[in-house]
């Protein structure tokens, strides 16, 4: 059996900010009605978080729970036991009205990090990212230029930020481009 990697096999790059693939992380989209209680016990005990709010992302390290639409969340744990915490999910969600799959393998995870990484991610993203209109703990579904992404920032000073694994090699050259020495623009 091979062992599975990565997208981009922990490619990094440093610039103005460190742009980084993370490696492998279990992720499990999870559909259904948020507000029901079954579900949210799901998810706590898959997390240990409860269930976000709208655009929220309550993530530690690589277990955490983020919103991504009024009836999906993007549940995180680390990649071992990503198959465990979907097999207990689903037995828990049996007779609900839910639906929880294994994307893992299907997505890729980067680290953009630095004082410049607000300004990194604003060339490539069409979202306000001033300080006063995104914080650590908020999560947004947008464009990285020409894909599809999702990104939250773990600190004042660090994004990690999910897309297609097919769209990998794109999404980090993108972000070396914008990350290039020199290449400040001081907006934020």
């Known amino acids: ?28 989209t999870l559909r259904g009605d948020l507000s029901d209680k079954v579900l949210a016990k799901a998810v706590k005990d898959a997390t240990g978080q409860n269930v976000p709010g709208q655009r929220e992302a309550l993530v530690n ?19 071992a036991e990503v198959e465990a915490k979907l097999a207990a999910m689903n037995n828990a969600l049996s007779g609900t009205h839910a639906l929880a799959v294994n994307v893992s393998d299907a ?9 410049s990484a607000r300004e990194v991610m604003g060339k490539v993203a ?12 908020q999560i947004r579904r947008s464009r990285l230029a020409q894909v ?41």
């Open 126 to 137: 069409p979202v306000e990212l001033s300080a006063e209109a995104f914080q650590p703990g």
């Open 148 to 188: 599809a992404g999702a990104f939250w920032m773990d600190d004042a000073e660090t994004f990690r930020v999910v897309c297609f694994r097919s769209a990998a090699d794109y999404a980090f050259k993108l972000f070396k481009v914008a990350a290039q020495p020199g290449s400040e623009v001081g907006v934020y």
């Open 107 to 115: 997505r890729a995870v980067f680290r953009i990090s630095g004082a």
């Open 61 to 79: 390290g690589d277990t955490g729970v983020c919103w991504m639409s009024t009836d999906e969340l993007l549940v995180l744990v680390p990649y």
């Open 1 to 28: 059996m091979s062992e599975p990697i990565s997208a981009l096999n922990h490619a990094s790059y440093d610039g103005i900010v460190k742009v980084e693939e993370c490696g492998l992380q279990g992720m499990i």
